[in-house]
């Protein structure tokens, strides 16, 4: 296990049980890519390409994955991009931008706001005694405190 520093493109269509250092699996199929992270400790990264989380281009043979691959939740914590093959180290992130990347992730995903919700409070139908006489109270009750305001 040690560092690499570039990552050969290979397309499956199932991802491997078990992945080889250097090599970027992707597998349009699953819209995912993986790799095992390239600073060598052996933990798996798997980058889903979806809108909200990682694009990938590929130029010849060498793929490209924007943003940039933050392993904070492995122990060596690495930080690089993957430019057209390239691993590209950053730095360690800080822990604001850390949060800052997932609120701008928490933000992307967040899904569009809900229909407003049927009311609930039903129409007063002709022979509910009851609920015409509580809408007729209300009215009265209203017409009584615009009175009172305007009259
Ligand atoms: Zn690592």
Not at 27 to 49: I, K, Q, W, Y
Not at 60 to 80: K, L, R, T, V
Request: net charge positive; charged share 30%; with cysteine.
């Amino acid at each position: 296990m040690a560092r690499v520093d570039r990552l050969k493109t290979v397309f499956v269509d199932e991802i491997p049980e078990i992945l080889e250092d250097g090599i970027l699996y992707v597998s349009e199929e699953c819209r995912v890519a993986l790799h095992n992270c390239a600073c060598g400790c052996g933990e798996e990264v798997s980058t889903p390409l979806v809108r909200t989380e990682y694009r990938l281009t590929i130029e010849g043979d060498a793929a490209s994955i924007w943003p940039s691959i933050g392993n904070h939740d492995f122990a060596c914590a690495s930080h690089y991009v993957i430019k057209q093959g390239e691993i590209l180290w950053a730095g360690k992130m800080s822990r604001g931008a850390i949060e800052a990347g997932r609120e701008r992730d928490r933000r992307l995903k967040r899904p569009p706001a809900p229909k407003p919700l049927p009311s609930r409070i039903p129409a007063p139908k002709p022979g509910q005694p009851f609920a015409n006489a509580l809408v007729k109270r209300t009215l009265d009750w209203i017409v009584d405190v615009w009175r009172k305001l305007f009259g």
